[in-house]
């Protein structure tokens, strides 16, 4: 079982910065990828980003590509988005998301699921 708690939400202009975390806990934090979605209101949850077991290797949603950055810290069970340049658009509840395959972008390939950070952008 694995607990995820995401914080880091809040109201940020457009253009603006706001970096999210991910805080995990109950098993071993390096064996999993680890995941952000986001579902806006009248939207599906849509993938994100996603950072692999062995740390180093990185995907990300053509939108945000070259904006945000996701990162881990296994020493401390951490996963962070920082989310650069924002826009309206980007405005949403954003998920943490944990799998038990190294490598992971669909909804229903991740086990475990934060409750989700309210990230309000205004322009």
């Known amino acids: 079982q694995v607990q995820l708690v995401e914080s880091g939400g809040g109201l940020v202009q457009a253009g603006g910065s706001l970096r999210l975390s991910c805080a995990a806990s109950?098993?071993?934090?390096?064996?999993?990828?680890m995941g952000w979605f986001r579902q806006a209101p009248g939207k599906e949850r849509e993938f994100v980003a996603v950072?692999?077991?062995?740390?180093?290797?990185?995907y990300y949603e053509a939108s945000v590509k070259g904006r945000f950055t996701i990162s881990r810290d296994n020493a401390k069970n951490m996963v962070y988005l920082q989310m650069n340049s924002l826009k309206p658009e980007d405005a949403a509840l954003y998920y943490c998301?944990?799998?038990?395959?190294?490598?992971?972008?669909?909804?229903?390939?991740?086990?475990?699921w934060g409750q989700g950070t309210q990230v309000t952008v205004s322009s």
């Open positions: 998301a944990a799998a038990r395959l190294r490598l992971a972008r669909r909804v229903d390939e991740f086990d475990y």
């Open positions: 109950g098993h071993p934090f390096s064996v999993y990828a």
């Open positions: 950072i692999t077991w062995n740390v180093g290797v990185t």
